[in-house]
């Protein structure tokens, strides 16, 4: 099969969700933040886009290859694969292993480039409200309470961290206070309009 039948086929297959990361509308059943989240994109048009284009390079790629292009596609340096093809990856991006130990090609190394994504977010959010930058800096009970909220929606929208990991770099306190930021905003317009304008400064 060559690689242009494969591209088509992967586009034009209607009982396949990958139309739909290429860019086409989402059906209100299909839940596609989970597979986002876990590969660290965000949830939205240019996360769906970016793990289509990728799809498509490694459609195309029957011997596993890391190539140019399919690397190019990642979001945040993560990809799905067998082990020897995360292997290559890593080593495609710098991450070789000469002279440590191992590095997990599993779920460890995705956590810690969705902890990576969530840090550039804290950091930039944080900044774009006016806010320390620092967790001791941000500590206080009432301090600064709706932009942590908004800042907690947007990490835990954007990535997969843990709520604790939310919770100790805003310092929130307990990770119930990042489940009710969420809520809180998912229920308000306001606020989502207000998370909306602060994604897209960040």
């Known amino acids: 099969m060559a690689a242009g039948d494969t591209d088509k086929r992967l586009k034009d297959w209607k ?3 990958f139309p739909t990361y290429a860019g086409g509308r989402c059906p209100a059943w299909l839940e596609t933040g989970r597979v986002l989240r876990a590969f660290a994109l965000s949830e939205d048009g240019r996360g769906g886009k970016a ?3 990728y799809l498509q390079a490694r459609g195309k790629d029957r011997a596993a290859v890391a190539s140019e292009e399919a690397l190019k596609e990642l979001r945040r340096g993560w990809c799905l694969g067998e082990k020897s093809f995360a292997t290559k990856v890593l080593e495609g991006l710098g991450g ?3 002279g440590r130990k191992k590095a997990s090609t599993g779920g460890e190394v995705a956590r810690e480039h969705g ?10 959010g944080l900044e774009a409200l006016g806010l320390p930058i620092e967790p001791p800096d941000l500590a206080g009970r009432g301090k600064w309470t709706e932009e942590k909220t908004l800042l907690a929606a947007l990490i835990r929208k954007r990535t997969g961290v843990r709520n604790a990991w ?14 009710r ?7 308000s317009p306001a606020l989502g309009k207000r998370l909306a304008e602060l994604e897209g400064r960040v």
């Open 15 to 17: 009982w396949s969700s």
């Open 96 to 98: 070789t292993n000469s």
């Open 115 to 124: 902890q990576a994504e969530a840090e550039r977010l804290a950091t930039r």
């Open 181 to 187: 930021a969420v809520r809180r905003v998912r229920e």
């Open 51 to 53: 793990y289509g284009t």
């Open 166 to 179: 939310v919770a100790s770099r805003l310092a929130m306190g307990h990770e119930v206070m990042v489940t």
